[in-house]
């Protein structure tokens, strides 16, 4: 049972202000903000997403830095209000398609309509994009989607590549298209985020993919959809315990657990691998899975460092690809932390780079060196000579390191969990609707050690 | 009922007050209030838009009322929508306009379509003007018996807020029996989810004065009742669904196989998305096999695997919902996770608050096989850049080290911290060193030969300071240069600002003294006289004390000071198991986030009476009063303290050991201090030695290089004072408490 529920802009503006009991002082929303926003005074650490301020809880996501909020005086679930926030902020991007303090701003009033039917007196009442179809009847003011940073992970099929059709991701539910006529058509992304820790002689120390298989349905009329998934799929592995050796010859993809969404009928699962739902309106998860099965990370980081001198030091950097070349990551970024006493960097990059950039962050000490692709197979390296202020009495790699990663490989994933198919249960001989299956992998924590 | 919050502030010269937009959008809705022109539903959206746009930022917009409401006569939708939210937000500030607005949801209750009826139901509810209760009371008895579902749902919330408003009126007219009825028969699983949300807040409301309410409470989870929610919880929206997973909990079942139907029909809740659901579910397993000791440890091995991928799952803010409630399960049972132990590495771009848990969960999953990953693992932390985190690290291996396996290795692993210099590695390290000495003395050989070599310079941090001295003063027989440094420290006391330290100073200087006498005579009569001299009360005191001590008997001070030490076991523990077992209680709430029990943040009014006076009961019972105190205080402390605590609270009871001089009438349990207490009251009731036979006083005095003019002697009124003392324990105590603040102005006026 909630009692407040506000979204704040990035300055601590209130966007939208709903107040379902009357509970929490008027000016909790102030109070808030000024808390989160000086948490400890040296500003390095953030506020948790839960906290209690005079007997006032304060549960909070951020969400395309917007801040969603929610105050309540009980002893209530966390889980089940942090849930609900980012729900409350998917069910507004399903509406207005793209989420953005703009396009919250320009549609306030149908978000005050939503957020009415959500909540009442602070109980949930329904989350369900359908179901509150019925219940909304402002129009959507379309807000401009190619100016605006995209939200969520299958965000990323706006960038870079132009084989999907960008516009899924920003269309509203309930907007019509401008033909007037809506187009049939079902999305399903496989979102795999990796994290692996590479020790200093690079070694795997650790791995897990954490995957999502994502639906977005625009189909009328909800049919029914199977969804198959490889047939040696394997779930749960003898413990828990991470034993690389353990993993089975080639092909097997063994997860260690999975969940679904509320509307996957699990009947054939154990069968045929084969899932069934009638898919809601708007975007959802259809299943979650993690593996921590071995798998081939899809680069090799290898940093070198070397004193060059009275004050003077060299940082090598190569980054391997080792996918096919017929797929190509982007945004890629590089980071590594120098010694504290890095005065200045200045950088060397292979001959003939495009596209690369390179950063040395005062601030932080940071080396930052970004690329906008790497094609599958390719290597690149970048020497980066350092000057330091003072003598360094300890060994160097020491005070450096480790080297991290961020990347996006469209058409890949790392686990070799695939939709074999998708299968739309036929309202007539012509009704065929489009349909997409996406792989995209994503670095969550990519680490090399030095 | 909402946004209006700043109106009541002063509006900010950067903010405008509105004043002037407000008396123009006044003016336009009067014009367009009686319009029938065709188009004007668009311009009045526009207006009402503006208006509850000002009403968000804070801008009153209250003098609208009146044209509000004579412009709701509409029949388009949103701008109905639009002024029930207005209203809403302005009923209870003016209930004399509010009044115009009865009429018309009124008569929107009745209209004929069901979304109508319910969004005039739910404004009319809304309105929270107790005068207006007796309006309420119809429209809500035929909403609740609408044949559409949505009306109901509305209506049974309606009630719920009609209680709030006016508990009397809403018993009065039966709504609970009411509503109770609809919960066993709506075949809507929100109407009977909102009967049962509103039926637990009025019972629980209710049960303080009526019995009755406490029965039809207890009935709530009754068998029959919570096997009909049971069997249809597949139909319930995934909140729901908590809802009463969270009252089954409550649930007592008569038998084991009833147990085993309830978890059999429950588990494969534990594969839903939802993470809220899971833990829902998960509180029900944990509570259900808390008698049944093997299934209650196999439910931990069934949890863990989807609490994992909850953990891994979803955004930051719910993975660190989820992430808490793991905490607390390893927390209570480690070795269950021993082998998952990879899972709590941190990632480098984790925030804070999960690395903290992750690392208080690596330290408790410790032992024999893993021990050796896991410190490497936090040695790799040490050297982040992350500063609070890389101290925790450190601090999470000295853990490992005072609990657990394969210290040899891990003393090797902290001096090497030692030889990172970082003063932040080193501060750390070294307070680790000297709790680790203190558990075990033997490693002493090492450790000193890498602890003489840090140059005090190095360390400026009071804690970390503080222990290098100990370990100066404690080990000062097998350092070389022990006095020296020593020496070197009691010359800068001037510059030393942290009060720790300079007690620690002065112990450490006495124990030196016991062990070189020659050596250290220099120091400790400059120590002595600085810290007679020294305006902080408790050193001062502990100056003074020391050399009344040497005055009268310098072996009795040498047991009194520097007597022989037994190992620590164990080191206390930051939280009493009642406590523990109480957040385990409240699995699935904010009690497991912020570790504690809901009885320290939440106030009386959101409390049960019931909870409370059985806190106050606890807190009552037998001996372990005072540690529950402690533990109480230590855990009011936030999460960075936490981990502190151990160390620190064993910091102050070495400390009060070393130089037990002031704290230890407190502490009765140590014989050094019975010891003590005898002595000083010897000391002080014996005439000779509280005159101060002046031979021995010049003896030492000559010994320490002490000479009168050279030292402030002690003032006089401090030792007819001594002489006077009582020897009643109470009264003794009671003058001891007083005696410094005394004695420390006349110091001050002496400067």
């Known amino acids: ?450 | 009922m909402a946004p209006p919050a700043q109106s009541q502030r002063s509006p900010s010269p950067s903010q405008p007050s509105g004043k002037s937009e407000v008396s123009d959008l006044k003016l336009q809705l009067r014009q367009l209030a009686g319009s029938r022109a065709p188009g004007v539903d668009d311009s009045k959206r526009e207006l009402f838009k503006k208006v509850i746009s000002y009403m968000t930022v804070g801008i009153d917009v209250s003098s609208l009322f009146g044209e509000m409401v004579m412009c709701s006569a509409t029949s388009d939708i949103v701008l109905k929508k639009m002024c029930y939210l207005y209203v809403g937000n302005y009923a209870k500030v003016n209930p004399d306009l509010a009044l115009l607005t009865i009429n018309f949801l009124q008569r929107d209750c009745n209209d004929e379509d069901p979304m109508i009826r319910g969004l005039a139901l739910r404004s009319l509810c809304s309105l929270r003007v107790a005068n207006f209760v007796e309006y309420l009371v119809g429209p809500l008895g035929s909403g609740l018996k609408d044949s559409n579902s949505y009306v109901r749902m509305v209506a049974v919330i309606g009630v719920l807020k009609l209680y709030h408003i006016s508990a009397s009126t809403c018993v009065d007219a039966d709504f609970p029996s009411i509503l109770k009825h609809l919960m066993l028969n709506d075949s809507d699983t929100q109407v009977v989810a909102n009967c049962l949300s509103a039926l637990q807040e009025i019972w629980s409301a209710e049960a303080s004065t009526s019995e009755e309410a406490s029965r039809e409470r207890e009935a709530l989870i009754s068998k029959p009742v919570i096997y009909y929610l049971l069997n249809r919880i597949r139909e319930f929206s995934e909140w729901a669904q908590c809802l009463v997973l969270e009252l089954v909990t409550k649930y007592v079942p008569s038998d084991s196989s009833e147990i085993f139907d309830i978890m059999n029909l429950l588990e494969d809740r534990l594969q839903h998305a939802n993470g809220a659901v899971v833990l829902a579910t998960i509180k029900v397993f944990l509570h259900l096999t808390l008698s049944m000791t093997d299934v209650h440890q196999q439910v931990y091995e069934r949890i863990k695997a989807p609490l994992l991928t909850l953990v891994s799952s979803g955004s930051p803010e719910q993975s660190y919902a989820v992430l808490s409630h793991l905490h607390l399960l390893v927390m209570r049972a480690p070795y269950i996770f021993s082998s998952d132990y990879k899972h709590f590495y941190c990632q480098y771009n984790e925030p804070s608050y999960v690395k903290r848990l992750k690392l208080e969960m690596l330290t408790a999953v410790a032992n024999e096989s893993n021990t050796y990953e896991i410190v490497t693992e936090l040695c790799e932390y040490a050297a982040n850049v992350d500063i609070p985190i890389a101290r925790e690290s450190i601090r999470a291996v000295g853990k490992i080290a005072l609990q657990q396996y394969d210290v040899n290795a891990i003393v090797d692993r902290l001096l090497q911290f030692l030889e990172m210099e970082k003063d932040y590695v080193t501060a750390e390290a070294l307070v680790l060193v000297k709790d680790l000495l203190r558990k075990y003395p033997q490693w002493s050989h090492d450790c000193i030969a890498v602890v003489g070599n840090i140059s005090s310079k190095n360390v400026q941090e009071p804690k970390a300071k503080a222990a290098l001295i100990w370990m100066l003063g404690e080990y000062s027989q097998d350092m070389q240069d022990a006095p020296y440094i020593l020496e070197s420290l009691v010359e800068n006391w001037d510059e030393e600002h942290s009060a720790e330290v300079r007690l620690h100073l002065l112990t450490a200087v006495m124990k030196c003294f016991f062990k070189r006498p020659p050596e250290t005579q220099n120091a400790l009569g400059t120590a002595l006289a600085a810290g007679i001299a020294d305006f902080h009360q408790d050193v001062h005191d502990r100056a003074l004390f020391y050399y009344r001590i040497l005055q009268y008997n310098v072996s009795v001070a040498e047991r009194v000071v520097n007597p022989p030490k037994q190992a620590v076991s164990v080191f206390a523990d930051t939280q009493s198991s009642e406590i523990k077992d109480r957040i385990f209680d409240e699995f699935n709430s904010l009690s497991v986030v912020y570790q504690k029990p809901s009885y320290m943040f939440t106030d009386k009014e959101h409390r049960g009476p019931f909870e409370f006076s059985d806190e106050l009961g606890n807190l009552s019972i037998g001996g372990e009063a005072a540690d529950n105190v402690v533990s109480a205080q230590r855990v009011e402390e936030n999460d960075k303290d936490l981990l502190l605590t151990t160390s620190e609270k064993e910091e102050t009871r070495g400390s009060s050991n070393n130089g037990s001089a002031y704290t230890a009438p407190y502490d009765g349990s140590s014989t050094s201090v019975f010891a003590l207490q005898t002595h000083i009251e010897s000391a002080i009731s014996n005439p000779t030695a509280a005159d101060h036979s002046p031979q021995a006083s010049l003896a030492i005095d000559d010994l320490l290089g002490l000479g009168l003019p050279a030292a402030p002697a002690p003032p006089s009124p401090q030792l007819k004072l001594n002489t006077t003392a009582a020897l009643d324990p109470s009264t003794f105590q009671h003058k001891w408490r007083q005696l410094p603040v005394a004695l420390s102005q006349v110091c001050l006026n002496t400067q």
């Open chain 1, 1 to 450: 049972m909630i009692s407040q529920f506000f979204v704040l802009s990035q300055r601590g503006d209130n966007i939208v202000f709903r107040d379902y009991r009357g509970e929490v002082v008027k000016g909790s929303a102030e109070i808030f903000f000024r808390k989160v926003k000086f948490w400890k005074e040296d500003g390095q650490e953030e506020a948790p997403p839960v906290f209690n301020v005079d007997g006032v809880n304060y549960f909070h996501v951020k969400v395309v830095g917007l801040l969603f909020v929610a105050t309540t005086r009980v002893n209530v679930s966390p889980s089940l209000v942090l849930e609900l926030l980012q729900r409350v902020a998917r069910v507004i991007k399903d509406y207005l398609g793209v989420l953005s303090e703009d396009s919250l701003r320009k549609n306030f009033v149908l978000v005050y309509e939503l957020l009415d039917e959500v909540i009442d007196f602070g109980y949930v009442q329904t989350t369900s994009t359908e179901v509150l179809k019925s219940y909304v009847f402002n129009e959507p003011i379309v807000v401009d989607a190619a100016r605006l940073q995209p939200l969520g992970p299958a965000a990323i099929f706006m960038q870079g590549t132009k084989r999907m059709p960008g516009t899924a991701v920003t269309k509203s539910v309930v907007a019509n298209e401008p033909g007037g006529r809506k187009r049939e058509e079902i999305f399903v992304d496989i979102i795999e985020k990796i994290s692996v820790t590479f020790s200093s002689s690079g070694y795997i120390l650790t791995s897990e993919i954490d995957g999502t298989i994502q639906m977005k349905s625009f189909l009328t009329g909800n049919p029914e959809i199977r969804l198959a998934l490889n047939e040696d799929l394997s779930i749960g592995r003898g413990g828990s315990v991470y034993d690389y050796r353990s993993s089975s010859g080639a092909g097997v993809v063994i997860l260690d657990d999975c969940n679904f969404h509320e509307s996957v009928r699990l009947d054939s699962f154990d069968m045929d691998r084969t899932l069934a739902l009638v898919p809601p309106d708007g975007e959802f998860p259809v299943m979650n899975y993690r593996m921590t099965q071995e798998f081939k990370p899809p680069f090799r980081i290898s940093c070198l460092i070397e004193e060059a001198g009275h004050l003077k030091a060299e940082v090598i950097l190569k980054v391997h690809a080792e996918f096919p070349s017929n797929i190509t990551a982007n945004t890629i970024v590089v980071q590594m932390p120098l010694p504290k006493y890095t005065a200045r960097a200045s950088f060397e990059l292979e001959p003939g780079a495009i596209g690369q950039r390179t950063d040395f962050k005062e601030v932080n000490k940071k080396l930052e060196w970004g690329l906008k692709k790497i094609v599958g197979g390719s290597e690149h390296s970048l020497r980066a000579k350092l000057t330091f202020s003072q003598e360094s009495h300890a060994n160097i790699t020491k005070e450096a390191g480790p080297v991290s990663m961020t990347f996006t490989i469209p058409m890949y994933n790392a686990s070799r969990l695939q939709v074999k198919y998708l299968q739309i249960a036929k309202k007539s001989s012509s009704y065929n609707p489009y349909r997409w299956v996406r792989y995209v992998t994503q670095a969550n924590s990519y680490v090399a050690r030095i």
